[in-house]
């Protein structure tokens, strides 16, 4: 049985789609599916328990990720076990995918980010073109999905009060010990405008910095080489154009995450609410 969890905090245009890929085509007593509602004001419970078994919800009062996530693994029985973001779009094939690395003695994977970008302004595309290139390891990266095998998970308890789940869980492995699966896609919707981006982009810019204050000593992200990293563009792009967004929208990323930690701001959550729109 594979296990998946889906923390939701009001993802009622989303989190039908979510649900419809995970189960298609889901062989009876193949999934055990949690979606932990948490602070939701809006229909996302109603909807999740529309599907039936083998889709179970629990809602708590507090709009909080990582407790949405601890509450629904004190349901959890299964291993392997998935944490899938609710606006994400990842086929029943890919879980399968994921959950078959992890069998074969892998403890932490995910799968591959397909980047939607379809309805993403020019200079986001821009940024993106740069962004996905990157020869960084790519595991968990604006995937919004990952799992751990039964081993794994004993890396570490509870998940902390932390905006980063995903980044925490990172730090708990030596990049050898993760693995991306190209064999599994999830859809991800790419932010709409460079307002946006920024926003999102910051977000994630502050789990990394409240990491690096909870986690003293540890590394939380993986170590980058420049050089490499503009030696591996391809010659026929656009550089002057997408690296001058690239890098304008990485500074001004960099100075409102510093000016929200410094103000003590770090728990704020900043979400792309125009990638939700069913």
């Not at 892998?106 to 397909?114: F, G, K, Q, R």
Request: aromatic share 6%.
């Amino acid at each position: 049985m594979i296990s998946i969890i889906i923390p939701a905090h009001n993802e009622e245009t989303v989190i039908e789609r979510c649900l419809a890929a995970l189960l298609d085509g889901a062989e009876p007593g193949e999934l055990e599916l949690i979606v932990a509602c948490n602070g939701c004001s809006d229909a996302t419970a109603e909807k999740a328990r529309s599907f039936g078994p083998p889709v179970q919800v629990i809602e708590i009062a507090q709009a909080s990720k990582t407790a949405a996530i601890n509450a629904a693994e004190r349901l959890a029985t299964a291993f392997p076990r998935l944490y899938v973001d609710a606006d994400v779009v990842l086929p029943l094939s890919g879980a399968r995918a994921v959950a078959e690395t992890l069998q074969n003695g892998h403890l932490l994977a995910s799968p591959v980010a397909d980047t939607d970008l379809g309805a993403s302004s020019a200079a986001v595309r821009a940024f993106y073109d740069i962004w996905l290139r990157l020869p960084y390891n790519r595991v968990m990266v604006g995937t919004g999905v990952y799992a751990l095998s039964k081993e794994g998970r004993a890396r570490f308890g509870e998940f902390p009060p932390i905006i980063a789940d995903d980044g925490y869980v990172r730090s708990r492995f030596a990049p050898q010990e993760r693995v991306a699966v190209p064999e599994a896609k999830v859809r991800v919707v790419a932010p709409r405008t460079l307002g946006d981006l920024v926003r999102v982009k910051t977000r994630v810019r502050q789990g990394l910095y409240q990491l690096q204050t909870q986690c003293p000593g540890k590394s939380v992200t993986d170590s980058k080489d420049m050089r490499a990293v503009l030696l591996s563009l391809p010659k026929s792009l656009a550089l002057p154009w997408q690296m001058l967004v690239y890098l304008t929208v990485n500074a001004v990323v960099r100075f409102r995450a510093r000016r929200a930690r410094n103000a003590n701001f770090l728990q704020k959550w900043h979400r792309d609410d125009a990638a939700r729109i069913a």
